[in-house]
């Protein structure tokens, strides 16, 4: 194969992270070669198995370095930005990765005339009282100022195998006697399985997704709070109490949590913040078929997949029956 036969060049930010690996799988798939960019290339190895022998290479990448994401995007036909972060930790600020490193992204991708696929979230907005939510809305701003032609994905929340949700619950089902409901457990979700966010990247990567656009990915299913944590209870066949949490006290705790040096808190004030709005797809976007199913996309339901990776959560892991409380 001569260089100019070469499959196009896709450069991925964030590779290694949850929603990355699968993107890198699916793009794997359709033949693409891939540059993985990522803060430690060293521990992106268990990426190497999803592709041919070459297929898929590894760059060191930090999005508060403006210089690695320009070696990062140079010679690509086309970036995908899978960065993002939950909570801040030291210069891992808000600010730094998902506004400064999002335009830095899209500047990297204009200047290497690559397209570019940009994965936002459900509740990015400018004026939101959330850090998080606003600069995410901030980011997507600045990328379509940027590159007009970008697609931008706002998934809600993501569920998968190394899901920070469901995930997390389970096991914090494990070691304490009741569950947290923020809020009362109202603010509802719409889970979306990762392989369909993979999927509808790797569609704008193939060039099938119209850009200029932002597209709302959900799940078939609307769930409260409650209701999501009632199916995981039910697949990890436990049956511990779900106790109301006020927003109030659980902004508190996440203060004090916060103030911990190297512990992870449960929750942060900013997402107290942010579980004050429910997480779903818009009226104006299934109006208008910027969702999944816009894309020709059936979404996956959730029960279908959970019991696939909560199982190690059971009582007696993969030995517990199914549903069956403990």
Do not use: W
């Amino acid at each position: 194969m001569t260089l100019a036969n070469l499959p196009p060049l896709v450069t991925v930010f964030g590779g290694s992270g949850f929603v990355g690996r699968h993107v890198v799988r699916a793009l794997a798939k359709r033949g693409y070669r891939i540059r993985v960019a990522v803060r430690r290339p060293d521990l992106a190895g268990f990426l190497q198995p999803l592709g041919n022998v070459g297929q898929i290479s590894f760059v060191q990448a930090n999005l508060r370095y403006r210089n690695s994401i320009d070696r990062a995007a140079e010679g690509a036909s086309h970036v995908v930005n899978c960065v993002g972060i939950l909570h801040e930790t030291g210069r891992n600020t808000f600010d730094a990765v998902q506004e400064f490193g999002a335009r830095a992204v899209a500047e990297a991708a204009r200047n290497a005339g690559a397209t570019l696929t940009h994965i936002s979230a459900i509740g990015a907005n400018t004026d939101s009282d959330s850090d998080y939510g606003r600069t995410k809305g901030r980011a997507e701003a600045a990328i379509l100022s940027i590159k007009p032609d970008a697609v931008i994905f706002r998934p809600s929340i993501v569920f998968g195998p190394e899901d920070s949700f469901f995930n997390k619950f389970a096991d914090m089902a494990r070691m304490s006697p009741v569950l947290p409901l923020v809020g009362g457990g109202k603010t509802k979700f719409q889970p979306v399985y990762v392989e369909d966010v993979a999927e509808a990247v790797a569609r704008a990567v193939d060039g099938k997704v119209a850009g200029g656009k932002i597209y709302e990915l959900g799940g078939p299913e609307v769930l409260s709070f409650r209701e999501c944590l009632e199916m995981m209870l039910k697949v990890t066949s436990r049956k511990n109490p779900l106790v109301s949490l006020p927003f109030g006290l659980a902004s508190l705790i996440g203060s004090i949590a916060s103030l911990i040096p190297f512990v992870t808190p449960p929750i942060t004030p900013d997402q107290v913040r942010l579980l004050k709005r429910d997480n779903v797809v818009s009226p104006e976007a299934e109006a208008e078929g910027r969702t999944l199913k816009g894309l020709g996309i059936t979404p996956t339901m959730p029960a279908s997949v959970l019991g696939s990776y909560l199982v190690q959560y059971r009582p007696h892991g993969q030995y517990t029956g199914s549903g069956k409380a403990a």
